[in-house]
């Protein structure tokens, strides 16, 4: 007759932690841990436990009961009050620095009407499944896994949508199967429009960055973006300068074409954490129409996205508190 420990032992290489196991007159009751599968992940695991103990000598029937706890999920926005500060490129190398921190990670490309996340994330071309009803995400390289408008539509397609149709996009962008990921990094449209009313009202984000360049026109905007999501009680975790010195790929000299330190006094103005700065720098528009993000590099590109990837991390570990706090 099969003993337990010989049960527990076949569950291991399937299930591992996952599973515990009764034995009683040839009854095998089992629990799984689904937590965090998508459906078809938990059919496997079922169908490959099921089939393991069956076949254990003795064993007459085994019956199988599936758990799962509820993950935890934060969504950070990502910003900003116009177009053309490079947002986009600021949210896909901060969702691939969170995963290199050890979160887990998924990037929803919120940007209904102009979505660029798959060319950034080197994916173009992929598309989602859907099963029962919810969106799969698709992995890329980089451990990230993404939705996008961009994966859903023609790449020449324009995406001419009143409000609600954009709202219903969101949503299911937003509520699809995540899997395991407990940290969503949203790249949202610029302005503050419809889907920015929606994320806020349905989606309730954990907090957001903002993103802006340190001219002044992009700072007026950026402080619009500020307001909306303030006095909608998101929290504001911090300003980031985008585009900020530019170095001279023959000399080193440093210039700022779009001024410098803009974003860092608004931020102490507004009372509000400036999470840090990212060069005008070629290495990032290069990897970034490649689809490589230059966080995945080793320059000075990735030093900058990481630094500011560690205080938001920092941020979320303290429930909310101040990202530049020690």
């Not at 929290?235 to 023959?250: F, K, Q, T």
């Amino acid at each position: 007759m099969t003993e337990l420990s010989t049960v527990t032992a076949a569950l291991a290489p399937i299930a591992g932690a996952r599973a515990t196991a009764r034995l009683e007159e040839g009854r095998a009751s089992i629990i799984l841990d689904v937590s965090g599968l998508d459906p078809a992940q938990r059919a496997e695991m079922e169908a490959a436990v099921r089939a393991a103990v069956a076949a254990l000598p003795g064993i007459r029937e085994v019956r199988i009961a599936q758990t799962s706890q509820r993950i935890e999920r934060r969504l950070i926005a990502v910003a900003s009050g116009k177009g053309g500060v490079g947002k986009s490129t600021v949210s896909a190398n901060l969702a691939i620095a969170l995963q290199q921190l050890g979160r887990q990670v998924g990037l929803v490309d919120a940007d209904i009407y102009g979505p660029s996340q798959p060319k950034l994330m080197g994916v173009e071309g992929s598309r989602p499944t859907a099963q029962d009803k919810l969106l799969q995400p698709v992995p890329t390289p980089f451990g990230v896994s993404l939705l996008s408008m961009g994966q859903l539509v023609a790449a020449d397609q324009a995406i001419a949508w009143r409000g609600p149709m954009a709202a219903g996009a969101l949503g299911q962008l937003v509520d699809a199967a995540w899997g395991n990921a407990d940290t969503l990094v949203v790249d949202m449209p610029p302005g503050t429009g419809d889907v920015q009313l929606t994320m806020i009202q349905k989606h309730r984000p954990t907090g957001v960055v903002i993103v802006s360049t340190p001219q002044d026109l992009a700072l007026i905007d950026a402080r619009r973006a500020i307001d909306l999501f303030a006095k909608a009680g998101v929290p504001i975790i911090g300003l980031v300068e985008n585009m900020a010195g530019y170095a001279c790929p023959s000399c080193g000299a440093i210039s700022d074409p779009f001024g410098r330190g803009g974003a860092e006094a608004a931020a102490a103005a507004l009372d509000i954490p400036f999470l840090g700065r990212i060069p005008l720098d070629i290495a990032i528009r290069t990897g970034s129409d490649g689809g490589l993000p230059p966080v995945t590099g080793n320059g000075p590109e990735r030093t900058a996205f990481m630094q500011i990837a560690t205080r938001i991390a920092a941020w979320l570990d303290r429930g909310g508190h101040d990202a530049t706090d020690d």
